[in-house]
């Protein structure tokens, strides 16, 4: 875990103990899973201890590969610096003892520290109700709050662990399925659980516990709580595992009852938006992303927060902006599919397109941090410059622009892992592979009707999608996402889980070139900047790491190929 994090949506104080106050930060949580009703009887915080912990295992989305974001294992950007982890990612090198995205036991960690707080927690309401007054009104109210507050987290403790089982299945398939604490005394070779049965886990898991959720954190009276799990994130959990189960990788003979269930669970999910959940779209596709203000947009359905920095700005300006490290750069890959809105300009190809490839991505003769990007040979950005991006873009999604980073400036920056647009394309994708574009299967919403709603937000308002049939439709499902989604790690799981990483991953990263010629006027040439290697027979899913096949005495199985 970083050290500067400070978690997860939740505000300095988040977890308070309504009797208490803010009694301490969540990153200060020990997690002690010995412990026992005898040691909680002289500290009440220590029970809520135990119900932060799982919490403290949900990784920093901005830091995933290379101390930075995920992107460049996929078709999104390249790293500029040579030789970092995703290299290794990227020319197919790595295996079962050298993967650099391993967080196979964080996961399970987090997954302990859930099992431990339900079995330490059963016995709640009699627990919290010792040596306290609960005769007096203050009194009531105080034990009320904090059973209450137990309830909600032992409710959240079940969905987190459903949380940490999509992210290892969405990387290994079958797992092993661990539902209680594991002692020296117990067996812990056991095999994994097969895909479909993890998928029903969840899924039963959100089924079984989100009518013991906070319905909304944000529009309640404990909205000091916002961060953690709540009906509207646990209802999108459920929603996009059976996305993934409904999609090509896990189901190859497209079985569409799979389909049906995801569209389905998402139609749960949106009509939870139009009601209590409060959710839309936002009108600022730019500034969404930046500081807090995620955090007050309806279209935010769980986000995580970090404490303030400058890590992402520094690691990914310019390098000729003071501080800056260049980082990750967008592809051409990326930037060629934003569309066009007027006649193709040459000189000019940044104009008349999708206004979101300007809110996302830095090119050429732009402004960015006060001056103009020049890329051109002998310019500021020259690409010929040390550590001058690879692939002729910067990122700017997620960054501020202007932060001083010679002076130590900082900023918040908060990481959404479901928010209302990317609800609306699941849901055009799931409706249109179980209905098509056009049938609303009495849900009031097609397929096609979610996808425009997305394209038409404020400060967007691209066209409307007016193809007809299912597989031109899916084709449109698959563009939309790869646009609003960038850089948001959906991209290498999106082309795993639909098969095509086979036909896309292994394709040359390409970039973009700036010179000019004998008038001066600008000319830019596609050129390759690095081969990918994607081994088909393989790489759908992640090796186990070897010490697990190990630990196991050879009872979990390594997955194909590896």
């Given at each position: 875990?970083?050290?500067?994090?400070?978690?997860?949506?939740?505000?300095?104080?988040?977890?308070?103990?309504?009797?208490?106050?803010?009694?301490?930060?969540?990153?200060?949580?020990?997690?002690?899973?010995?412990?026992?009703?005898?040691?909680?009887?002289?500290?009440?915080?220590?029970?809520?201890?135990?119900?932060?912990?799982?919490?403290?295992?949900?990784?920093?989305?901005?830091?995933?590969?290379?101390?930075?974001?995920?992107?460049?294992?996929?078709?999104?950007?390249?790293?500029?610096?040579?030789?970092?982890?995703?290299?290794?990612?990227?020319?197919?090198?790595?295996?079962?003892?050298?993967?650099?995205?391993?967080?196979?036991?964080?996961?399970?960690?987090?997954?302990?520290?859930?099992?431990?707080?339900?079995?330490?927690?059963?016995?709640?309401?009699?627990?919290?109700?010792?040596?306290?007054?609960?005769?007096?009104?203050?009194?009531?109210?105080?034990?009320?709050?904090?059973?209450?507050?137990?309830?909600?987290?032992?409710?959240?403790?079940?969905?987190?662990?459903?949380?940490?089982?999509?992210?290892?299945?969405?990387?290994?398939?079958?797992?092993?399925?661990?539902?209680?604490?594991?002692?020296?005394?117990?067996?812990?070779?056991?095999?994994?659980?097969?895909?479909?049965?993890?998928?029903?886990?969840?899924?039963?898991?959100?089924?079984?516990?989100?009518?013991?959720?906070?319905?909304?954190?944000?529009?309640?009276?404990?909205?000091?709580?916002?961060?953690?799990?709540?009906?509207?994130?646990?209802?999108?959990?459920?929603?996009?595992?059976?996305?993934?189960?409904?999609?090509?990788?896990?189901?190859?003979?497209?079985?569409?009852?799979?389909w049906q269930k995801a569209?389905?669970?998402?139609?749960?999910?949106?009509?939870?938006?139009?009601?209590?959940?409060?959710?839309?779209?936002?009108?600022?596709?730019?500034?969404?992303?930046?500081?807090?203000?995620?955090?007050?947009?309806?279209?935010?359905?769980?986000?995580?927060?970090?404490?303030?920095?400058?890590?992402?700005?520094?690691?990914?300006?310019?390098?000729?902006?003071?501080?800056?490290?260049?980082?990750?750069?967008?592809?051409?890959?990326?930037?060629?599919?934003?569309?066009?809105?007027?006649?193709?300009?040459?000189?000019?190809?940044?104009?008349?397109?999708?206004p979101r490839l300007g809110?996302?991505?830095?090119?050429?003769?732009?402004?960015?941090?006060?001056?103009?990007?020049?890329?051109?040979?002998?310019?500021?950005?020259?690409?010929?410059?040390?550590?001058?991006?690879?692939?002729?873009?910067?990122?700017?999604?997620?960054?501020?622009?202007?932060?001083?980073?010679?002076?130590?400036?900082?900023?918040?920056?908060?990481?959404?892992?479901?928010?209302?647009?990317?609800?609306?394309?699941?849901?055009?994708?799931?409706?249109?592979?179980?209905?098509?574009?056009?049938?609303?299967?009495?849900?009031?919403?097609?397929?096609?009707?979610?996808?425009?709603?997305?394209?038409?937000?404020?400060?967007?308002?691209?066209?409307?999608?007016?193809?007809?049939?299912?597989?031109?439709?899916?084709?449109?499902?698959?563009?939309?996402?790869?646009?609003?989604?960038?850089?948001?790690?959906?991209?290498?799981?999106?082309?795993?889980?639909?098969?095509?990483?086979?036909t896309t991953l292994g394709?040359?990263?390409?970039?973009?070139?700036?010179?000019?010629?004998?008038?001066?006027?600008?000319?830019?040439?596609?050129?390759?900047?690095?081969?990918?290697?994607?081994?088909?027979?393989?790489?759908?899913?992640?090796?186990?790491?070897?010490?697990?096949?190990?630990?196991?005495?050879?009872?979990?199985?390594?997955?194909?190929?590896?």
């Amino acid at each position: 875990m970083n050290n500067y994090r400070k978690y997860t949506g939740i505000s300095i104080c988040l977890f308070t103990i309504l009797i208490a106050g803010c009694r301490k930060s969540f990153l200060d949580t020990k997690i002690d899973t010995s412990q026992t009703l005898q040691t909680l009887n002289s500290n009440y915080s220590t029970l809520f201890s135990l119900a932060n912990a799982p919490y403290t295992f949900l990784r920093n989305e901005y830091t995933l590969m290379d101390n930075n974001l995920f992107a460049p294992v996929s078709d999104e950007a390249a790293q500029t610096s040579p030789s970092s982890n995703v290299v290794v990612f990227n020319n197919g090198s790595w295996n079962a003892n050298n993967n650099p995205d391993n967080y196979y036991s964080n996961y399970y960690s987090g997954i302990r520290a859930a099992n431990a707080f339900l079995e330490q927690s059963g016995t709640y309401i009699s627990f919290l109700a010792l040596n306290r007054d609960t005769i007096s009104a203050s009194g009531k109210v105080s034990y009320y709050n904090d059973t209450q507050n137990i309830q909600w987290y032992r409710a959240e403790a079940h969905i987190l662990r459903a949380w940490f089982y999509f992210e290892l299945t969405k990387r290994y398939g079958g797992v092993p399925l661990v539902t209680k604490t594991l002692n020296i005394s117990d067996n812990t070779n056991i095999p994994a659980t097969s895909y479909d049965s993890i998928i029903s886990f969840i899924s039963n898991e959100v089924d079984t516990y989100k009518d013991s959720l906070q319905v909304n954190w944000t529009t309640s009276s404990f909205s000091n709580y916002d961060g953690r799990f709540s009906l509207g994130s646990a209802l999108a959990l459920k929603a996009r595992a059976l996305l993934f189960d409904a999609s090509p990788l896990h189901n190859s003979a497209n079985d569409i009852t799979r389909w049906q269930k995801a569209g389905s669970a998402l139609h749960d999910v949106i009509t939870f938006a139009n009601g209590a959940g409060s959710y839309s779209l936002s009108g600022d596709y730019r500034n969404y992303f930046l500081q807090n203000n995620a955090l007050t947009s309806n279209e935010t359905i769980w986000a995580i927060r970090y404490t303030a920095d400058h890590n992402l700005e520094s690691r990914n300006y310019p390098i000729a902006t003071p501080g800056g490290s260049s980082g990750i750069t967008p592809s051409q890959n990326l930037v060629a599919e934003y569309e066009y809105t007027g006649t193709p300009d040459p000189v000019h190809p940044y104009t008349n397109r999708d206004p979101r490839l300007g809110f996302t991505v830095v090119t050429n003769s732009s402004t960015w941090n006060g001056r103009v990007i020049d890329e051109t040979p002998g310019g500021t950005d020259d690409m010929k410059n040390t550590n001058a991006s690879r692939t002729g873009y910067y990122l700017k999604k997620f960054m501020n622009d202007g932060l001083n980073l010679t002076q130590g400036a900082t900023v918040v920056h908060n990481w959404i892992i479901f928010r209302y647009a990317e609800i609306l394309l699941e849901y055009a994708e799931a409706m249109n592979e179980a209905y098509g574009p056009d049938i609303d299967n009495g849900y009031g919403l097609t397929a096609r009707a979610a996808l425009n709603m997305v394209r038409n937000r404020v400060g967007v308002a691209m066209p409307a999608v007016t193809v007809a049939g299912q597989v031109a439709f899916r084709a449109t499902v698959k563009h939309e996402r790869k646009i609003e989604l960038a850089f948001e790690d959906y991209r290498y799981w999106d082309l795993l889980r639909w098969k095509d990483a086979g036909t896309t991953l292994g394709l040359p990263l390409q970039g973009i070139s700036v010179s000019k010629d004998n008038s001066g006027n600008l000319q830019y040439q596609v050129f390759n900047v690095e081969n990918r290697v994607f081994d088909a027979s393989k790489m759908y899913y992640y090796p186990f790491p070897q010490t697990e096949i190990i630990k196991s005495n050879g009872i979990l199985k390594q997955n194909s190929g590896w």
